[in-house]
């Protein structure tokens, strides 16, 4: 942010988007981690398939926060 207290609205809508964001990579990930230790429990898992899930669980939630990246109206634009 700058010294500009006009951008403070901006700053704010961003800062509820973080919010929204981070609750839902936490909630998936601990929804994840939590699949995985049932599966575990019952023996429908391996230490390898956790570990592989884990990364890629980590993997949607850095690509989930580079959306903040984008301007807050801009949607998917494919041509």
Do not use: Y
Not at 45 to 53: D, H, K, Q, T, Y
């Amino acid at each position: 942010m700058q010294d500009d207290l006009r951008k403070l609205p901006e700053f704010i809508a961003l800062s509820h988007r973080v919010g929204n964001v981070l609750r839902a990579n936490i909630a998936f990930a601990i929804g994840t981690k939590a699949v995985f230790m049932v599966l575990t429990f019952t023996g429908h898992a391996s230490l390898w398939l956790a570990i592989l899930a884990d990364m890629g669980a980590s993997l949607v939630v850095v690509f989930n926060g580079l959306r903040l990246l984008r301007a807050p109206g801009e949607r998917d634009k494919v041509q």
